[in-house]
């Protein structure tokens, strides 16, 4: 079987895909506002994980 750069197989389809990124897990924490999500490359292989939170205030 083929696959990407990144270990995916070919035929598998992203949860969500932004140029050659897929994402490949999201959550949320349980103790704070703060969203997790994985990312990687289909062509590089590299690896992002980007947190999205609310930082106004205090």
Not at 4 to 33: C, R, V, W, Y
Request: aromatic content about 10%.
């Amino acid at each position: 079987m083929s696959t990407f750069a990144n270990g995916t197989p070919l035929n598998a389809k992203p949860l969500e895909a932004h140029g050659n990124f897929d994402l490949i897990k999201k959550f949320k924490l349980d103790f704070a506002d703060i969203h997790v999500s994985k990312w990687k490359s289909r062509s590089s292989g590299l690896s992002v994980v980007h947190l999205d939170y609310d930082g106004a205030g205090s």
